[in-house]
């Protein structure tokens, strides 16, 4: 497996502290994604980033964070505002709007985050 | 706005059995649909999606526009078909995918 990679695989956090969530993806996509994978609820749309330095929210963005600048890389903070973080998060990344195949979304393996 | 509904979270069918897994959208525009899937200890991956027409794995799916649904079918279930299946939903170019709650599907021997 190569192209988008996630790290770390899983991650513990203390309650009220902030955490980045690494994305990374070398198949030279323009558009890239965080979602968030709960039981029961499907993936749900954290953030989005169609060209580099700029950004969307998603449906869930409160308490999330987001930079892009650069190409290869997407990070996401999971701040201390969030008040449910444990979960799943996929990121994944398209090639550029607008063209044939633009919605075929390639993911990561994921990071398990896990707040005690 | 646009929604995905997957009114099955667990199916369960024995090996060369018909499955379905039923998807159901809401979109005002044109959609474009896809099945996405997830095995066991792997990544999420695109299965088919409406425009291509194909049967991928022995799966189909055909969009119908007036019941405003994408089933995902196959006519002899196999136990390699195990997996968590996931309904999603575009409705522009390049845009947003928003996906269904997914359907875990387990096929018995």
């Known amino acids: 497996d190569g192209g988008i990679t996630q790290s770390p695989k899983y991650l513990f956090r203390k309650e009220g502290q902030n955490v980045t969530l690494s994305c990374e993806q070398n198949?030279?996509?323009?558009?890239m994604y965080w979602y968030r994978q709960d039981p029961g609820q499907g993936l749900r749309l954290i953030y989005y980033s169609q060209i580099v330095n700029d950004f969307q929210k998603g449906d869930i963005a409160e308490g999330y964070s987001v930079s892009r600048e650069k190409k290869e890389s997407f990070p996401l903070t999971v701040t201390s505002a969030q008040k449910n973080p444990t979960a799943f998060y996929l990121c994944a990344s398209s090639i550029q709007s607008g063209l044939a195949g633009a919605n075929e979304q390639f993911f990561g393996p994921g990071t398990r985050l896990t707040v005690l | 706005a646009q929604r995905v509904t997957q009114p099955e979270k667990l199916l369960s069918v024995f090996k060369g059995a018909p499955v379905e897994l039923k998807c159901n959208y809401s979109y005002s525009g044109s959609p474009e649909l896809f099945w996405y899937v997830q095995y066991s200890r792997q990544r999420l991956q695109l299965l088919l999606r409406h425009i291509s027409r194909e049967s991928i794995k022995g799966f189909t799916a055909d969009l119908n526009k007036g019941e405003t649904s994408f089933h995902l079918k196959k006519p002899f279930a196999q136990e390699e078909d195990s997996a968590m299946y996931y309904c999603?939903?575009?409705?522009?170019?390049?845009?947003?995918?928003?996906f269904g709650e997914g359907t875990q599907l387990t096929v018995n021997p």
């Open positions: 198949l030279n996509h323009d558009a």
């Open positions: 999603a939903l575009s409705g522009v170019s390049g845009s947003r995918l928003t």
